[in-house]
Structures are given as structure tokens and as C-alpha cells.
């Protein structure tokens, strides 16, 4: 991200000459779409990730329909999430008939809170998928959270699209539970603009998923049934979705992937210099942290009775020293579509609430110069009052 002296943008991606060149490369070569190179970003990305197979999809929001449609999950069934997340982790359970209930997050974190989610568990009926989101990158308590999937009989779906590269003892985030899904959006850990990349644990689910981000296409069972392998010939199986990722957009991938590691130096070390410049302030709360964290958000908590302002003040008063925030995030339950449909209210999730009303996520992304980095901290330290 370039130096701004006017105005530090809450998200910017850091796109290189590298980016530009893989793109021009992949227009030069007269194939745009799905093809060899998004396969050789999905096999960098499976094997970064150590696992045998990665899938490119155009979003992680259909990485997660894909996921869900995979484990089976369809009407009658319940998916239980967190509200604190995207409108697309609850959404796509919706979008195939099945219902959601909620679970509340921790009481000092953003992530889902395992014994919520014990006592959601043993007491809903007809659950068939959890999805767990690593919220800002730092990993969900899948110790805890995996067994309790496993005791219910309840699919593990890890959102990752926070968590590339996140690391928890058990392996990498996304590896871990029966499908994970990553996110390749414009502001996220590493960029394709709009894209994303699932991994399963199981063969049948990833062919599943496999053939229904392209139409319900499979070319193999055409063959079978016929003595040709012509390449305009094929067979549709089931009616499937378009969610492939095209040639274009995996070719600036590959080259983000290859610069991941750097990134994720890059937001620790913005990371750590925020922990210094805001250690002990009062009013503000430092970001919920732990091992294997991938600091794509630096979610601040604030104070509003400490400080005797909002957080909605706290992001305005920061906009005047021109640096931008975003909030992760107003939880699903107050939205309209959620509270109309289950009768939620806002103590409905106390701690999501809580949190919500507290959160500001600071400008972190790799690529932010060191001179933003230290006006944003100097514009904080300003705000609550402990001068730069
Ligand atoms: C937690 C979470 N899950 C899923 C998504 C959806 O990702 P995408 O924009 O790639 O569909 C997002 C997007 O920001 C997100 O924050």
C-alpha cells in the first residue's frame, strides 16, 4: 500500500508488478477461464496447506454452499453457527433449506464459545453441520469444539476465510474439520479479488464438491457411456452450480500465495506495534489473541463508559484524523431476515452484542507503510486522550 498523507484507508490489497505481469500472461495467452493455471494454484495451495487436494471456487460464500450441499445438508436440518460472522455463513445454509440456530461467542473473543455450543447441541435436534469461523484469523478452540462435533454426530465446517495461513496445534485452519473453506476476497490474507479455495477430508465430499461448482458436469461418466472422449462431449449428472474460479483471477493468486508468508510477517509486525503503542491505555481493550493467529483484522475492543463516547463515535473521531475502520461485525441476529425469522432480539446474543458495540477493526492489512501504521497508532493514542 502506498504512503498516504491524507487519508489511511481501513483496507487496501498489496498488488505488485508480479500480479500484473501473471494476469497480462494468462490474457496474452488466449485462455481466460478455468484452466491450467487455476489447477496449478490449486495444487501450491494443497500443498502449502499439506493436504492432498485444494478446490478453487469464485467466493468463499460458494465454498460454504458447496460444503454444506456436500455433507447433505438440505431441508429438515439444522446448521448451527455463530452470529458473529458474514451474512453468507448462515445464508447458505437457508439457501438449501435448512434452518439455523445460533450459538453465542465467548465472553473475551469474537470466536464461537464451546460451552454455548455444548449446551446448543445437546439440546437442538436434526443438526447436521457446524460451521466455525475463525474470526480476524485467530482459530476457533477446535479442541474443544471438534470432539463436541463428533460426540452429536455433527459435520465440522470450518470458515476460513479469515485464517489463511492460521495455525492451530492440530494443523493448519481449514484442515482440520470435515470441510474448510477460504477466502480470496479483495481485503483478505491473500487476493483474488473475488474468489476462494475449499479443502475436505473426505474423497466422495471433495468429488461432490468437485462436480457441483461446474454445472454437475463430469466429463468421466460421458466417457463411459460413449467410445468417445471428444472434448466438446460431456455429461450432466446433477444440476450444479457455477462457482469456478477463472484463469485470470488464480494467476493473481499464485503470485499472492508465493508472497503469503511475507504477508503474514508483515501483519504481525503491524500487529505488535499497535499492542505496543496501546498497551495500558485506558478505555481501550487490546485484540483477542493466542498461537497460530493470522492477524487479518486487529479487532480492538473500546471502552464506551470508560472513554465517554461510543464506538461509533471512537470510528468517527479516528475518519477526522483520516484514518478509515470497519466494524467485524453486526451480528446476524439483528439483522431483519435472522430476527424476523427466529424472533431474535438483541440480548438474544448477549456477547455478540457486547462485542459488536465495542469492536473497530484498525487498518493491518499487509502492505500498510510504516508511516500509516504510526498515524493510525498516534490518532488512537489521540482519541482516548493519551496524546500521540
Ligand atoms: C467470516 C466470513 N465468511 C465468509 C465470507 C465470504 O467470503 P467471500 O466474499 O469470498 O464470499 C466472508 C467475507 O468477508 C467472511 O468475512
Redesign the pocket.
Known amino acids: 500500500m502506498k504512503a498516504s498523507t491524507d487519508f489511511v484507508p481501513f483496507a487496501q490489497p498489496s498488488i505488485g508488478p508480479e500480479e500484473e505481469e501473471a494476469v497480462l500472461e494468462v490474457m496474452r495467452s488466449g485462455w481466460l477461464t478455468t484452466g491450467k493455471v487455476t489447477l496449478a494454484f490449486e495444487q501450491e495451495f494443497a500443498a502449502r496447506l499439506g493436504v492432498e487436494r485444494a478446490l478453487a471456487v469464485n467466493?468463499?460464500?460458494?465454498g460454504?454452499h458447496l460444503a454444506l450441499e456436500a455433507l447433505g445438508v438440505g431441508p429438515g436440518d439444522v446448521v448451527v453457527t455463530s452470529p458473529y460472522?458474514?451474512a453468507?455463513?448462515a445464508a447458505v445454509a437457508r439457501q438449501l433449506g435448512a434452518e439455523v440456530v445460533f450459538c453465542d461467542i465467548e465472553e473475551e473473543g469474537y470466536n464461537l464459545d464451546p460451552e454455548a455450543l455444548g449446551a446448543v447441541l445437546a439440546r437442538t435436534r436434526n443438526v447436521k453441520a457446524l460451521i466455525a469461523?475463525h474470526?480476524g484469523g485467530l482459530p476457533c478452540r477446535l479442541d474443544l469444539i471438534a470432539p463436541l462435533c463428533e460426540r452429536y454426530g455433527v459435520a465440522l465446517v470450518e470458515?476460513a476465510?479469515?485464517a489463511f495461513p492460521s495455525k492451530l496445534p492440530q494443523g493448519y485452519a481449514g484442515t482440520i474439520g470435515d470441510v474448510g473453506v477460504f477466502?480470496?476476497?479483495a481485503t483478505k490474507t491473500i487476493t483474488t479479488g473475488?474468489g476462494?479455495m475449499v479443502v475436505a477430508r473426505d474423497g466422495r465430499v471433495r468429488e461432490r464438491i468437485s462436480l457441483m461448482r461446474s454445472h454437475g458436469i463430469d466429463r468421466a461418466v460421458w466417457d463411459r457411456y460413449t467410445a468417445r472422449t471428444a472434448a466438446w462431449s460431456y455429461s450432466v449428472v446433477e444440476a450444479g452450480y457455477k462457482y469456478n474460479l477463472p484463469d485470470l483471477l488464480a494467476a493473481i493468486g499464485r503470485v499472492q500465495l508465493s508472497k503469503a508468508e511475507r504477508f503474514l510477517a508483515e501483519r504481525e509486525a503491524i500487529a505488535a506495534r499497535y499492542d505496543e503503542a496501546f498497551a495500558e491505555l485506558a478505555g481501550i481493550r487490546l485484540p483477542p489473541r493466542g498461537p497460530g493467529h493470522a492477524w487479518h483484522l486487529y479487532a480492538l475492543s473500546v471502552d464506551a463508559k470508560a472513554l465517554g463516547f461510543s464506538r461509533d463515535e471512537f470510528i468517527e473521531r479516528l475518519r477526522a484524523e483520516g484514518v478509515g475502520a470497519s466494524v467485524h461485525f453486526i451480528p446476524l441476529h439483528l439483522m431483519p431476515y435472522w430476527a424476523g425469522r427466529y424472533g431474535l432480539v438483541p440480548d438474544s446474543f448477549p456477547r455478540a452484542l457486547a462485542a459488536f458495540n465495542a469492536e473497530v477493526s484498525l487498518p493491518a492489512s499487509q502492505g500498510l507503510d510504516a508511516a500509516s501504521v504510526e498515524r493510525v497508532a498516534a490518532s488512537v493514542r489521540k482519541i482516548v486522550g493519551a496524546g500521540a
Open positions: 467466493s468463499a460464500t460458494s460454504l460472522t458474514f453468507s455463513t469461523v474470526v470458515d476465510a479469515h477466502s480470496f476476497y473475488e476462494g
